[in-house]
């Protein structure tokens, strides 16, 4: 990608939007925009034609909405696709379902004065389309509902399982949860994701898993075969209470650039229950978890993280394997067994 321009392509049924996308990607001296279609089935003949590196895609359209021409390409013509999204329920809803299906990433529009705050969203539309030419996408393959899940031989609150991710962790999360037991270890989940986006994720993966998922409350008890998400703008942290496990909710400021920061909940994790608790980070770009996977590695928990061949963007696992954080790189299809593998040990352990 460094010898040539990345070549985009923008979808989007309203003139307007295509117009300001446009404009805003011809900004980058590495971006060349190549089209802009109205709609999926013109879309449909300029992919053919210009092969672009990158796509945006407006989730809602006339003719062919998103999704479905999201999943004709990545079925057909796997490329990496920057969903265009609004931030209302059913925006979100539909951003995750995409997300799921091998989207990278996403914009999202204003929701007032739509042609002044787009130009603020200038910078994150460039980064992401560049991020997205780097991207290693597949084929798609739909996350569906296991039901063929069977407990597995541990049980014990004492063992927390804490995981991090960013981009591409919405579709490596699902594939990791749904597959849990009904009594996998206590789980905790910081994603980096907006507000109204984390209960709409949550409330997804609860449909689909054994386990129970739900967005974070502050106060919340975490026990075995429940998984909390930090929700969008909040940090989670976890704290004792008497003999519980409980979840913290804070507004602190942001760190490593994000609310909720995978580092945050990390440290947390490293303090409260130290060799009892297993660290996860999955894929996704920058560092935000790798000290604090180092802090849960250094207080004697286990730590995971996905390896490079499997990470849609070898970010923070790469940073945190560097810095000496990871004990052990996994393919995203492994480390569900590790997981349970490390749990059923420490409870073994816990009972002697």
């Given at each position: 990608m460094s010898e040539r321009k990345i070549k985009a392509l923008v979808v989007d049924?309203?003139?307007?939007?295509?117009?300001?996308i446009t404009s805003m990607l011809s900004k980058s001296p590495v971006i060349d925009v190549v089209g802009a279609a109205p709609n999926p089935l013109v879309a449909r003949d300029m992919i053919k034609a210009l092969k672009p590196d990158v796509i945006t895609l407006d989730v809602e359209m006339p003719k062919m909405d998103g999704i479905s021409f999201l999943e004709k390409i990545m079925t057909l013509r796997p490329t990496p696709v920057v969903m265009v999204s609004s931030l209302t329920q059913r925006g979100a809803s539909v951003t995750l379902q995409a997300l799921e299906m091998g989207a990278v990433d996403f914009v999202a529009k204003p929701a007032t004065d739509l042609e002044s705050?787009?130009?603020?969203?200038?910078?994150?539309?460039?980064?992401?389309?560049?991020?997205?030419?780097i991207t290693k996408v597949k084929p798609l393959k739909k996350l569906t509902k296991n039901t063929n899940i069977a407990p597995v031989a541990f049980n014990t609150t004492e063992t927390i399982l804490?995981?991090?991710?960013?981009?591409?962790?919405?579709?490596?999360?699902?594939?990791?949860?749904?597959?849990?037991?009904?009594?996998?270890p206590a789980t905790l989940v910081a994603q980096h994701m907006p507000p109204n986006f984390t209960k709409n994720f949550a409330e997804r993966l609860n449909k689909m898993c054994s386990v129970r998922v739900g967005e974070a409350k502050d106060g919340q008890r975490v026990v075995p075969?429940?998984?909390?998400?930090?929700?969008?703008?909040?940090?989670?942290?976890?704290?004792?209470?008497?003999a519980d496990y409980v979840c913290r909710l804070t507004e602190d400021a942001p760190v490593c650039g994000h609310r909720p920061s995978v580092d945050v909940l990390f440290e947390?994790?490293?303090?409260?229950?130290?060799?009892?608790?297993?660290g996860v980070i999955l894929t996704g770009m920058g560092k935000d978890g790798a000290k604090g996977l180092l802090s849960m590695r250094e207080a004697g928990a286990s730590t995971l993280g996905q390896d490079e061949a499997t990470s849609l963007v070898y970010g923070m696992p790469k940073v945190a394997f560097e810095m000496g954080a990871v004990e052990k790189q996994l393919p995203d299809t492994k480390i569900l067994a590790a997981i349970l593998k490390r749990a059923a040990e420490s409870t073994k352990v816990l009972r002697i």
């Open positions: 049924d309203s003139a307007l939007m295509r117009k300001l705050n787009m130009v603020h969203l200038g910078d994150e539309l460039i980064a992401k389309v560049k991020l997205a030419a804490a995981i991090g991710a960013s981009t591409g962790g919405v579709e490596t999360l699902g594939r990791l949860l749904v597959d849990m037991p009904p009594n996998a075969g429940q998984v909390w998400i930090a929700p969008g703008d909040k940090h989670l942290t976890l704290v004792r209470s008497g947390s994790v490293a303090k409260a229950a130290g060799a009892r608790s297993i």
